[in-house]
T-cell receptor, first 112, second 116 residues
Framework: DAKTTQPNSMESNEEEPVHLPCNHS???????IHWYRQLPSQGPEYVIH???SNVNNRMASLAIAEDRKSSTLILHRATLRDAAVYYC?????????????FGKGTHLIIQP | EPEVTQTPSHQVTQMGQEVILRCVPI?????FYWYRQILGQKVEFLVS????????KSEIFDDQFSVERPDGSNFTLKIRSTKLEDSAMYFC??????????????FGEGSRLTVL
């Protein structure tokens, strides 16, 4: 899996939007961009994924740059429950390795 | 909402003992995975399993580890002779489809293994 780069930590206030960046300059044409998060003392949890177009679901939005070398996970209105480590992961759709490769992720701190 | 369940939630064992961690994946899922996370470190891929055989494994998954789907519902991870460095949280995951288009993984809450 190609590498991603994320800030180690970010801080935001409750009820405000949060933009979590991810750089993936070596992304290949068949790589999907996945986001997972891990709340304290829990297993990872799927958030969203996309290939080229921006994506929205009930949890978040994913904005993908036109050249696909970066993406941003957007939490529209952060709550205390959104405090977690967020992982940006590239996953090959072309029959590559099955296992997700987790990096260190971004530790998101939400202030009340 | 369907979920992946893991047992035990915490196991303490002596070095050299065999350990079996159990997982019940979501019922219609076809792909199964084990990951581990040593305290304070990254989540690491161990192995993936499909159609009753291993499809991918990492360097961590050596001869001390094995996986099995003994009865069509459980998915187990066995560590034959535990070492101190096997102490970690072990996560099971399952997926309905392979590949990034439909490859959302559902993770369990984990089994904490402590080797003394």
């Amino acid at each position: 899996d190609a590498k991603t780069t994320q800030p180690n930590s970010m801080e935001s206030n409750e009820e405000e939007p949060v933009h979590l960046p991810c750089n993936h300059s070596t992304i290949s044409g068949t790589d999907y961009i996945h986001w997972y998060r891990q709340l304290p003392s829990q297993g990872p949890e799927y958030v969203i994924h996309g290939l080229t177009s921006n994506v929205n679901n009930r949890m978040a939005s994913l904005a993908i740059a036109e050249d696909r070398k970066s993406s941003t996970l957007i939490l529209h209105r952060a709550t205390l429950r959104d405090a977690a480590v967020y992982y940006c992961i590239l996953r090959d759709a072309g029959g590559g390795a099955d296992g997700l490769t987790f990096g260190k992720g971004t530790h998101l701190i939400i202030q009340p | 909402e369907p979920e992946v369940t893991q047992t035990p939630s915490h196991q303490v064992t002596q070095m050299g003992q065999e350990v079996i961690l159990r997982c019940v994946p979501i019922s219609n899922h076809l792909y199964f995975y084990w990951y581990r996370q040593i305290l304070g470190q990254k989540v690491e891929f161990l192995v993936s399993f499909y159609n009753n055989e291993i499809s991918e494994k990492s360097e961590i998954f050596d001869d001390q580890f094995s996986v099995e789907r003994p009865d069509g519902s459980n998915f187990t991870l066995k560590i034959r002779s535990t070492k101190l460095e096997d102490s970690a949280m072990y996560f099971c995951a399952s997926s309905f489809a392979r590949g990034s288009g439909g490859g959302e993984l559902f993770f369990g809450e984990g089994s904490r293994l402590t080797v003394l």
